[in-house]
């Protein structure tokens, strides 16, 4: 039986629904090192901003139970080393280019949307509204009018498709879902990290500088499948899942849940070739559950009576 | 579309052995061939110790001794452990037969001099001496002028120390109790042994606490002597694509440095550009 992978995400066609998630696979270049990166309908990037970005004090990362939390700070070359140095090898590896751009404001948004316009090779954007370890990093995804402001300047601002990529952090993510899709998203992605903390109480110092940081990894798969299956109740616009992804189940979950794509995240730290694995698991999964094609299974979750 | 050269990274590999220090420390021995053939001293592998959730990320070891067969083949490596948390108590409670996973080699060397004649000064404090018997192993059939400098807490903390006997390098042992070699700080060592040069060309490599390799590197800036280190850090991911384990290196910016990470431009690094 011959297999379909291919989904699409409004404009954005991807040969297969898996995709990296930012920050967790830098821009292709280490990934590629373990194997042919075909098993991907696209890499996302780590988040660029217009000026360089230092990033955040050490120690950056934390292991917690099933998971870890991570306060890098948006640590990033800025727009114009990336344009030069980075981005031609990044539209080389196979799959679909896609820039996450994030601004400490409006107008940083606003002024990279453009300027990535005029880029050639990249298949969309996705604006990370929601980091939650700067200061000035959330109030795009934490109220539908900021947001829905933010994505409709970013839409006049560039021809790509836009992917919204949002908070956990927030009281209702079905509204700032209806936000992003009224401000002309065409996609949005969930959920970025929720914001956790870890201590040593014997040294009792936080074991992130940053005190604060991003908890990731199968710990947060379940409230990322809440959140996935509200938004996507919730707007028109394709949802694409990112949360504690690691096996093809999970993906598959994600997808019957209203996922049309899934990003891999931190499963990526600690098995670099998980793509290819999760790939040949749903190969598997496909051809022992009869379905042909993987966007069949979208949103099929069944109502209870 | 393969734009790098791919060597094989990921390794499904057999624990052969034990061997226990006391102490918390011991060290596996691994059948491992391929890895065992492709690393270089100081670099690095990233070990996932079961596949289950917890403990999710993989914890980094440097080769402490490369395994060879009678014929002075590349069998495997081992690892030198010592018991903290929950990663290296499962680890500590293997043996034959139990199967680990493996990400690497992993980071840049240590990289020798051209000239045959300087001689190689590691300073290593307590289970950062691992990646020096690897060293030896490796630099002695050079006939390279090895000397080793160790440091530790207490002769409990420097049971392993053992396992450099033969090896081919001077030792010398520093323990901050004096219960076995020096009493004192191996940085005590390594001034007496800077100053025993008299003109000789020297190179420091060192690998320990971050404040004991501060304080070496600045013995060596004022000596005049190079000096490098691998630097042990948190870590995610271990292969460069978390931005998590990093250290400050002098940069020509506004801020005066920037931070590198640790896992793809170290571990090993010329301590004249950290920041510590």
Redesign the interface.
Same mark, same amino acid.
């Given at each position: 039986m011959a297999l379909d992978f291919s989904v699409k995400l409004g404009p954005l066609e991807l040969s297969t629904p898996l995709m990296t998630a930012s920050g967790c696979s830098g821009y292709g270049k280490e990934l590629d090192r373990y194997h042919d990166l075909a098993c991907y309908g696209a890499l996302v990037g780590k988040s660029i901003s217009r000026k360089p970005r230092l990033g955040n004090d050490y120690p950056r990362t934390a292991e917690t139970a099933a998971g870890m939390i991570n306060a890098i700070g948006l640590q990033n070359e800025g727009f114009d080393a990336f344009v030069k140095n980075t981005l031609p090898k990044m539209r080389g590896f196979g799959p679909k280019a896609v820039v996450n751009v994030v601004g400490h404001d409006f107008d940083e948004y606003v002024w990279l949307c453009e300027r990535f316009d005029a880029e050639e090779g990249i298949a969309a954007l996705e604006l990370n509204l929601s980091c939650p370890n700067v200061a000035e990093g959330l109030q795009f995804s934490s109220e539908p009018g900021p947001c829905e402001k933010l994505v409709a300047a970013c839409r006049k601002a560039t021809q790509l498709p836009i992917i919204a990529k949002l908070s956990p952090n927030v009281a209702n993510i079905a509204s700032i879902a209806k936000a992003a899709e009224a401000g002309g998203a065409d996609a949005v992605s969930a959920i970025n990290t929720l914001v956790g903390m870890a201590v040593n109480w014997r040294r009792k110092e936080p074991l992130v500088a940053n005190y604060t940081g991003g908890l990731s990894g199968p710990a947060v798969k379940p409230v990322a499948l809440r959140c996935v299956w509200q938004a996507a109740n919730a707007v028109k616009i394709p949802v694409i899942a990112i949360g504690g992804i690691s096996n093809a189940d999970d993906v598959l979950e994600f997808m019957v849940a209203g996922a049309s794509a899934v990003q891999l995240g931190t499963i990526l730290f600690v098995e670099p070739d998980a793509g290819q694995t999760i790939y040949n698991g749903l190969k598997e999964r496909m051809l022992d559950a009869g379905v042909k094609r993987i966007a069949d299974i979208v949103g099929t979750l069944k109502q209870r009576a | $579309?393969?734009?790098?050269e791919?060597i094989k990274?990921?390794h499904d590999v057999a624990v052969t052995r034990r061997t226990d220090f006391g102490h918390g420390y011991f060290e596996l021995y691994l059948d491992a061939p391929e890895l065992a053939r492709e690393m270089s001293a100081g670099q690095f592998f990233n070990i996932?110790v079961r596949s289950e959730?917890?403990? *999710? *990320?993989?914890r980094p070891f440097s080769s402490f001794d490369l395994l060879k067969d009678a014929r002075g083949k590349p069998v495997g490596v081992s690892i030198l452990g010592h018991t903290v948390g929950q990663g290296t108590r499962m680890l500590a409670g293997m043996g034959e037969g139990d199967r680990i996973h493996l +990400?690497g080699p992993l980071g840049h060397p240590f990289e020798l001099p051209e000239n045959p004649d300087t001689r190689i000064l590691m300073v290593g404090g307590g289970i950062g001496l691992a990646p020096f018997l690897h060293s030896i192993r490796q630099w002695a059939p050079e006939k390279r002028d090895l000397m080793l400098l160790a440091g530790g807490r207490s002769q409990r903390d420097l049971g392993f120390m053992k396992r450099f006997a033969n090896s081919g390098a001077n030792i010398l042992i520093a323990s901050e109790d004096g219960s076995v070699g020096v009493k004192g700080r191996v940085t005590v060592l390594l001034e007496a042994e800077l100053k025993a040069l008299k003109g000789k060309p020297a190179m420091v490599f060192t690998c320990g606490p971050w404040a004991m390799m501060d304080a070496v590197a600045q013995i060596c800036l004022q000596a005049g002597v190079p000096s490098y280190a691998s630097l042990e850090?948190? $870590? !995610?991911?271990g292969?460069?694509? #978390? +931005?998590? #384990?990093? !250290?400050?290196v002098k940069e020509d +910016?506004e801020?005066g440095f920037?931070?590198a990470k640790t896992c793809?431009e170290g571990t090993v690094m010329d301590c004249s550009r950290l920041i510590w």
């Open positions: - | $579309m393969p734009t790098t791919r990274l990921l996932r959730l917890f403990p *999710l *990320l993989r +990400n850090s948190i $870590m !995610a991911c292969y460069g694509v #978390c +931005n998590g #384990c990093v !250290a400050k +910016n801020h920037r931070y793809v």
